[in-house]
């Protein structure tokens, strides 16, 4: 038999509240059990029952307060290591947020850069251009060089086949016929 989803919404009838809150915290009391038991650990609970004028504590109010203790003596450094205040928190999110920022902006310079080339090896001119792009280009043909060098290494290795240079050699598309075809770089 298939559950529906739970629409999470306040109860406004009274006696369905109360039954809805009986079973509620039965089940987090037999879960907070079953979690101290099966893991090892010590844990606590305190419910507030708005229809009752006492708390109820699990296990016991002497476990609590002894869990509790325990906390209290806990080093500060220990006990907040793994929190963070909201202000922490969005600086590290900021800070995340700047270097994604800074990575996509290096790519889109590359891509820009990577599309001058070939527009200035299709001979479409590279008058345009002024000392940054120059150098960044510059830079980028270096990088390329040293990527082909590499993949020429690697396969005229002895270890490499001969057919399998010769086929990666005419699957190679230069940038006029990418520039011809159209496609974008």
Sequence with gaps: ?????????????????????????????????????????????????PYDAQLE??????????????????LKMDQSMGMMSQVSFLKQRIEQANKQLKRQCRDNREKEITQVMFQCLAKQGSEILNMTD??????????NLKDIDKKVYTL??????????????????????????GEKV
């Excluded at 504590?57 to 806990?74: D, F, N, R, T, Y």
């Excluded at 120059?134 to 990088?143: P, R």
Aim: charged share 25%; glycine share 4%.
């Design 134 to 143: 120059l150098s960044d280009l510059g830079l980028l043909l270096k990088q």
């Design 57 to 74: 504590v699990w296990p016991s109010l002497a476990g609590a307060q002894c869990v509790l203790s325990e906390i209290k003596k806990m």
């Design 156 to 181: 005229t290795k002895p270890s490499h086949s001969q057919s399998f240079a010769a086929a990666a050699s005419t699957t190679m598309a230069t940038p006029e016929t990418m520039l011809k075809s």
């Design 1 to 49: 038999m298939t559950r529906k989803k739970v629409k999470l919404s306040y109860i406004t009838k009274d006696s369905t509240r109360k039954s809805t809150f009986k079973k509620g915290k039965k089940g987090l009391l037999k879960k907070a059990s079953e979690l101290s038991n099966l893991c090892g650990i010590e844990a606590f609970m305190i419910i507030y029952n």
